[in-house]
């Protein structure tokens, strides 16, 4: 067994985290909502996505939102492209990263893209050229990688040659989406054997929803099998609005913890990040899914301000 001694958190609050919430929220306090999460050490903050606005009015704002963040140095700020219509946008805007996504199942590409699986690969095939034009890294996407909400379980090995068919394109990293939260430990540690019988391990992130309580775990599981990328939701915000069931992200809150209780570098502050959250679930109204956050709230370790 020999976890990583550094892991990469790829926050996805602001876009995975506020894409399935009705009410929307005025870009400004999604600005301060992520200028927030700038100032905890996270790397990577995805910011917003660029799909229609009819399939996700919340996001509807991302050119103001992605335009007005303030652009930490060292900090990357990608954000999710449905289609080179979206490219087009997201390069207007001066975005410099951007992540694409599909899925192994072709009713959960039907339902989240209006396409077959064939058909979002080969819009993929359409922004990796022009994201290879103006020099954007680009990271992909699966989702529903251990079960989908329309087709049930999913097949290990038609989301290796998925990821393998990925990278061969240009992605970066292929982050594995437990889209419905309905993995285990067991089936994660399958799933990555395979996955990495087609691409390298340092390719290969996890992305977890928490839907039935083993996130956590999940990425424990990952981390035994070597994997150091994990996408994580402050708060545990989150959810994708055509994964009907599907409950937020692990909180980020608890990933940090745990990793820095086993010793795992991820140079991120945790206090800032628990502030983050408040911010936004205050805006929300709603209570955070953080354990830690609740725990420390209870021990008084947070700071006031
Ligand atoms: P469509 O309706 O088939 O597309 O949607 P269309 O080409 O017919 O366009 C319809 C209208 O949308 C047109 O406008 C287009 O111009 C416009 P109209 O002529 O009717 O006025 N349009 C756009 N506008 C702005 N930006 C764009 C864009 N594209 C079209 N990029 C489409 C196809 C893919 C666009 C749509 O299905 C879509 O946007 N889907 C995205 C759904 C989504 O965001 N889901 C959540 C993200 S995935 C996720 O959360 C999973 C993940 O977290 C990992 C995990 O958990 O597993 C990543
Ligand atoms: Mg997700």
Redesign the pocket.
């Known amino acids: 067994m020999s976890f990583p001694s550094q892991v990469k958190i790829v926050e ?1 609050g602001a ?2 985290g506020l ?1 399935n919430e009705k009410k929307i929220i005025p870009a400004d306090i999604k600005i301060q909502f992520i200028n927030l999460l700038s100032e905890t050490g996270l790397k990577v903050i995805e910011a917003t ?8 009015p919340q ?1 509807a704002d991302h050119d103001e939102v992605f335009q007005k963040i303030n652009k930490v140095n060292n900090v990357s700020y990608p954000v ?4 080179v ?2 490219l087009q ?1 997201a390069i207007k805007a001066g975005v410099k990263e951007i ?1 694409v ?1 599909t ?1 192994p199942s072709e009713q959960f590409s039907q339902h ?4 077959s699986v064939a058909e979002s690969v080969e ?1 993929i095939s359409e922004i990796m050229v022009i994201a290879k034009e103006h020099d954007i890294p680009v990271r992909g ?5 251990l079960g989908c909400p329309y087709e049930g379980k999913i097949s290990a090995l038609a989301v290796a040659n998925l990821a393998e068919k990925l990278l061969l394109m240009g992605c970066y990293e292929i ?1 594995l ?3 419905i939260g309905v993995g285990n430990p067991v089936a994660v540690k399958e799933l990555i054997v395979e996955v990495i019988k087609k691409i390298p391990l340092e390719k290969v992130a996890v ?1 977890f ?1 928490d839907t039935y309580g083993l996130a956590l775990v999940n990425i424990y599981a990952a981390l035994e099998c070597g994997v150091n990328v994990v996408d994580s939701s402050v708060s545990g915000l ?1 959810g ?4 009907p069931g ?1 409950t937020g ?1 692990v909180a980020t809150e608890d990933v940090v913890y745990m990793l820095n209780g086993m010793g795992i570098q991820t140079d991120i502050d945790i206090v800032k990040l628990m502030l983050a959250g408040n911010f936004m679930m205050n805006v929300l109204q709603k209570s955070s899914q953080s354990k830690v956050n609740l725990a420390l709230q209870m021990t008084n370790n947070c700071r006031e301000d």
Do not use: E
């Open positions: 996805v876009r995975d894409q996505s660029f799909v229609s606005p009819k399939w996700v996001l999710l492209i449905p289609n219509n979206g946008n992540a996504f899925t989240n893209t209006n396409c819009r996407y699966l989702s529903c990688v982050s989406g437990d889209t992305h929803h989150g994708c609005p055509y994964a599907a992200n």
